[in-house]
């Protein structure tokens, strides 16, 4: 639609984009319970199998470093085109980690450095251990079971389209009648 001027609509679809992007930061903001293992290995002659395994639950939000929360932004490529942008590995929040793949070890220390993790013993006391030992540990724990995803962005985007659809369709209307009016002129 070259040279056609819909003011009102690129007016809504950018308010519509910028509270996508508020109500995705609030997401990661927001507490969720999320499920926690505790796993006792046992060395067998093909590697290493839990021995037993204990499921917990704790409550905390998806925020380690902010970077994410401070990298999803609002992207106009020009008139009627607006977009939300996020780092690329918030797919992997968003799908989570599937059986047989760990983290690379990189990634894992830099994790491991930012949310400031140090491993106990059995009595719950602090033990002194190499965080490239604690990063296998860890990814080994991955690799076997695995990391359940959170789509943050299915429920916003539902969310929004519902709450501004009756907006846009007054905005576009109102364009629409301007064109067909200065069309008669």
Do not use: C, H
């Not at 509270?19 to 499920?35: D, G, P, V, W, Y």
């Not at 395994?53 to 939000?61: D, E, W």
């Not at 990189?106 to 965080?131: C, H, L, T, V």
């Amino acid at each position: 639609m070259a040279g056609v001027n819909l003011p009102k609509t690129d007016a809504q679809l950018e308010r519509i984009a910028i509270a996508f992007k508020e109500a995705l930061q609030s997401a990661m903001r927001r507490k969720r319970k999320r499920t926690s293992l505790s796993v006792k290995w046992a060395k067998t002659q093909t590697g290493w199998k839990p021995k037993k395994v204990t499921k917990g639950s704790y409550t905390s939000n998806m925020v380690a470093s902010g970077y994410l929360l401070n990298n999803t932004k609002v992207v106009s490529k020009g008139p009627l085109d607006y977009s939300v942008s996020m780092p690329s590995y918030a797919k992997f929040l968003i799908e989570g980690r599937k059986k047989g793949k760990g983290i690379p070890v990189r990634n894992m220390d830099s994790w491991i450095k930012q949310k400031r993790i140090k491993p106990k013993n059995e009595k719950g006391q602090f033990k002194k251990m190499d965080k490239r030992t604690l990063g296998f540990l860890m990814n080994r724990k991955i690799k076997y079971f695995g990391i359940e995803g959170y789509d943050f962005v299915a429920p916003e985007r539902k969310d929004i389209l519902r709450r501004y659809n009756s907006a846009l369709s007054k905005a576009m209307n109102q364009d629409l009648q301007n064109i067909i009016t200065k069309g008669l002129r």
